[in-house]
Every structure is written in structure tokens, then in C-alpha cells.
């Protein structure tokens, strides 16, 4: 493995342990969790096992259902998903346990949160279209559907969503006899990442073509920028009365 591999690898896992944080905003934010991650979620309230750790056997789960589907053909390079669902997991109980002590004593500073946290996913999702070196497990196994089934992959991404969303109901509502875990975040997460993904590439090619900026560094800018705008939210949140 040359240089270059190394420094994709290592970009790669930074926007995992990024998504990690995005993740983290958005569930405690307290107003519904991400669809891929609302399963883990609601089970970590039934059960002593952390939100990362459910959230890295989920991850396990969809790699092993892609190798079952694929058998002989899996690709030997995706077997680093086994990796980014540690990581991924371990980032998630790291980040929750950093922000656990900010109060959140308003509605509109919940939203912030969630709104933050889809921008900070949305952030680690262009990271990982820019270095393209092994799918997330959640994306993995939308990919092995929609090539089976020969069905888009954007219409799988979608059912697949909304059956985890299913799953996490049912489960909450077996457990608790209400819902958890479901909620506008859930909603917000679901139609807001996809936009900001598109414009966060855009704004990331516009600079690498307007300044000559590598994308390590366009990156690098809108990590400032989503930096910037957390802390003075930060310094509101305690500011006020």
C-alpha cells in the first residue's frame, strides 16, 4: 500500500469518526435520532449496551448480510467495512459522552443541534464520496440490494430507510408501549443530508477550481465553517437568561 493509499485510508476514517459526531448531535438533540441509526438507538434504552456499540453490531449485521448475498463475489477491499463499523461505533459513544454536558434548556437550540448535526454528516459523507476507498455498511448493503433486485439505488435507499424506521417503532413500542427515538430530527436528518451533501460538493469543487485548493483543504474550509457556526451556538446556548 503506497502513500497515497495511506492518506485516503486515514481520510476515510476521519469522516467516519466525523459522521460519528454528526450522528451524536443529532440523537441528543432529543428530537428523533437518524433513520439508519434509530434501530441501535432504541435499543440502547432497553438494553445496558451503549448507542456506538448497538450501532457497531448493526454495522457487522449489514456486512454480513452483503457477504451472504454476494458469496464468491464480495470484494476482498470492502472487508474494511469491518473497521468503519468499529469506528463508527466507538466515534458515536466518544462524541456523546464530549457534548453530554451542553444543556439544552430550548426547543430552538435542539433544533440547532440537529440541524448542526446534519451538516457535520452531510461534511463526512462528501469526504467519503471524495476519497471513494470502501462503502459504510449502511450504504454497502443499499448498494448489494439495489444490484440484486436491479431495483435504483436511490428507491432501496428509501425503503431500506423507512423499514429501519418500521423496526424501531415496533421495538419501542413492544418495549415501552410508546415511541422513542422517532421524531422531527428523524424527519429533518432525512430530507435535509441529501441537499447539503450536493451543495457541500459543490462548494468543495467550486474551490479546488477557483483557488487551486486541494481537496484536503476545501474540506478543511468547510469543517471552519461548520466549526464557527457550532461554537456560536455554543456561546449562545449560555448566554442566555
Same mark, same amino acid.
Given at each position: 500500500?503506497?502513500?497515497?493509499?495511506?492518506?485516503?485510508?486515514?481520510?476515510?476514517? !476521519?469522516?467516519?469518526?466525523?459522521?460519528?459526531?454528526?450522528?451524536?448531535?443529532?440523537?441528543?438533540?432529543?428530537?428523533?435520532?437518524?433513520?439508519?441509526? %434509530?434501530?441501535? &438507538? @432504541?435499543?440502547?434504552?432497553?438494553?445496558?449496551?451503549?448507542?456506538?456499540?448497538?450501532?457497531?453490531?448493526?454495522?457487522?449485521?449489514?456486512?454480513?448480510?452483503?457477504? /451472504?448475498?454476494?458469496?464468491?463475489? =464480495?470484494?476482498?477491499?470492502? &472487508?474494511?467495512?469491518?473497521?468503519?463499523?468499529?469506528?463508527?461505533?466507538?466515534?458515536?459513544? =466518544?462524541? &456523546?459522552?464530549?457534548?453530554?454536558? /451542553?444543556? +439544552?434548556?430550548?426547543?430552538?437550540?435542539?433544533?440547532?443541534?440537529?440541524?448542526?448535526?446534519?451538516?457535520? /454528516?452531510?461534511?463526512?459523507?462528501?469526504?467519503?464520496?471524495?476519497?471513494? @476507498? #470502501?462503502?459504510?455498511?449502511?450504504?454497502?448493503?443499499?448498494?448489494?440490494?439495489?444490484? +440484486?433486485?436491479?431495483?435504483?439505488?436511490?428507491?432501496?435507499?428509501?425503503?431500506?430507510?423507512?423499514?429501519? #424506521?418500521?423496526?424501531?417503532?415496533?421495538?419501542? =413500542?413492544?418495549?415501552?408501549?410508546?415511541?422513542?427515538?422517532?421524531?422531527?430530527?428523524?424527519?429533518?436528518?432525512?430530507? !435535509?443530508?441529501?441537499?447539503? #451533501?450536493?451543495?457541500?460538493?459543490?462548494?468543495?469543487?467550486?474551490?479546488?477550481?477557483?483557488?487551486?485548493?486541494?481537496?484536503?483543504?476545501?474540506?478543511?474550509?468547510?469543517?471552519?465553517? %461548520?466549526?464557527?457556526?457550532?461554537?456560536? @451556538?455554543?456561546?449562545?446556548?449560555?448566554?442566555?437568561?
Amino acid at each position: 500500500m503506497n502513500q497515497k493509499h495511506i492518506k485516503a485510508y486515514g481520510l476515510f476514517l !476521519l469522516s467516519i469518526f466525523t459522521m460519528g459526531l454528526g450522528i451524536s448531535l443529532v440523537t441528543f438533540a432529543e428530537l428523533g435520532t437518524t433513520a439508519i441509526t %434509530v434501530p441501535a &438507538y @432504541v435499543l440502547s434504552l432497553l438494553f445496558p449496551i451503549s448507542f456506538g456499540m448497538l450501532t457497531m453490531l448493526f454495522n457487522i449485521l449489514y456486512i454480513f448480510i452483503q457477504m /451472504i448475498l454476494m458469496g464468491k463475489d =464480495f470484494p476482498k477491499a470492502q &472487508y474494511m467495512q469491518l473497521l468503519v463499523g468499529v469506528v463508527l461505533g466507538l466515534s458515536i459513544d =466518544f462524541w &456523546y459522552f464530549l457534548i453530554s454536558f /451542553i444543556s +439544552k434548556p430550548y426547543y430552538f437550540v435542539q433544533l440547532l443541534m440537529v440541524l448542526i448535526g446534519c451538516a457535520v /454528516i452531510a461534511i463526512s459523507i462528501v469526504l467519503q464520496l471524495k476519497v471513494q @476507498v #470502501v462503502h459504510n455498511p449502511a450504504e454497502g448493503i443499499v448498494k448489494v440490494i439495489s444490484m +440484486k433486485t436491479k431495483k435504483k439505488f436511490s428507491r432501496v435507499k428509501v425503503l431500506f430507510d423507512i423499514g429501519l #424506521v418500521l423496526l424501531a417503532a415496533i421495538i419501542s =413500542f413492544a418495549g415501552f408501549g410508546t415511541i422513542y427515538g422517532i421524531g422531527e430530527g428523524t424527519v429533518i436528518s432525512a430530507f !435535509l443530508i441529501g441537499p447539503l #451533501v450536493k451543495l457541500f460538493q459543490k462548494l468543495s469543487d467550486y474551490q479546488g477550481n477557483t483557488a487551486s485548493l486541494t481537496m484536503s483543504q476545501g474540506m478543511n474550509v468547510l469543517c471552519k465553517k %461548520v466549526y464557527l457556526l457550532w461554537m456560536n @451556538v455554543y456561546l449562545k446556548m449560555y448566554m442566555l437568561p
